[in-house]
Every structure is written in structure tokens, then in C-alpha cells.
């Protein structure tokens, strides 16, 4: 089935869903109202002719400054058995920065939600251990939002002394075998 397909079915079947539906150079994106996202992706991982059973990635983008909502998560979804895909994507504003999370259709989004959730601070309503992933517990902010400071943060991160203090013990074991 061609991507515009996939568009026109989810259109028809979720029609005050789709916000608006985009292809460029052989891709098709779905934007979606990030409500009912879950029942959305179900339908696509369920439906014998769409069998959506592989999300390949799940990813944040921040538009900050240049249109509103600020932040959109993007799905890219694949079907092993019928070779076809598609790109979902869901706006979420600033102001309610969060969305369901679709563990419960793919459980591999686990760590993809949590990596968007540690560079975006979009948070994943119900997902089962929504921590950082890539930075410190201890961070502050959001690397990958537009409005980080280039510099990273103003100040030290207190973690890092005790990172320091480790390299140098490391530097004093030395393999004696």
C-alpha cells in the first residue's frame, strides 16, 4: 500500500484527528491532535492491511519561535509483513507539554519516549518509568530546546567534581597482571 494511502484511511477513519496531511519527495506525514494518539496507533498496529508492527524511531522536534505549539513528536512506523510506512506526527504545546504514552502498542518506545523526555521535556502520560536517559539525573533543563543556552547551563553541574574525582582514581589503577 503507497503512503498516500495509509493518509487516506487514517483520515477517513480518525477525520477530526488528522490536522493535515504532508508529502514530500515519496514520504507522508500525518499530523494528528496528540488526544487520541494512542487509539491512533493502535488502529495502524492492529489492522490486518496496515499492520504497523515495527516503530522505527519516536523523536521530538521544538519549533520554538516559529509557529505554535512549540513541540511536535514524531512516529515513524513500519510493517515487516506488507513493507509500507509512515510518519505520524503530534503537535503539543508548551503551555500542556505532554502526550500519552504508546508503550502499550509498541513496548520499544520505552526508551525512545524517555530520550525525548530528557532532550525536549515533552513527559509521556503513563509511561512506567519516565527518568532521564541520556543526561545526569541531577540536570538542569533541556538540551535539545532551542532556548538552551549553546553554552549549556550557567553553572557547573554539581556532578561534575565527582566525575573528575573518579577519572583520577581510575588514572591510579593500573593492571598489574
Known amino acids: 500500500m503507497e503512503p498516500r494511502e495509509i493518509a487516506e484511511l487514517i483520515k477517513d477513519r480518525y477525520p477530526t484527528e488528522v490536522k493535515e496531511t504532508k508529502e514530500f519527495r515519496g514520504q507522508v506525514s500525518v499530523t494528528v491532535k496528540k488526544d487520541r494518539i494512542v487509539e491512533i496507533c493502535r488502529h495502524l498496529h492492529d489492522k490486518p492491511d496496515l499492520q504497523f508492527d515495527y516503530l522505527v524511531d519516536l523523536c ?56 525525548c523526555y530528557d532532550m525536549f521535556g515533552i513527559t509521556f502520560k503513563g509511561h512506567p518509568d519516565l527518568r532521564r536517559i541520556l543526561m545526569p539525573e541531577d540536570w538542569e533543563g533541556h538540551p535539545l530546546r532551542k532556548d538552551y543556552p549553546i553554552k549549556g547551563p550557567e553553572k557547573e553541574w554539581p556532578g561534575f567534581t565527582d566525575v573528575l574525582k573518579k577519572a583520577e582514581e581510575f588514572k591510579e589503577f593500573q593492571w598489574k597482571g
Open 60 to 115: 521530538g522536534v521544538d519549533y520554538h519561535g516559529k509557529k505554535e505549539p512549540r513541540f511536535e513528536v514524531v512516529y515513524h512506523l513500519y510493517s515487516i509483513k506488507h513493507r509500507h510506512r509512515i510518519r505520524l506526527k503530534a503537535e503539543v504545546s508548551e503551555d500542556d507539554c505532554s502526550i500519552d504514552s504508546i508503550i502499550p502498542v509498541w513496548i520499544g518506545a520505552n526508551w525512545h519516549e524517555r530520550e
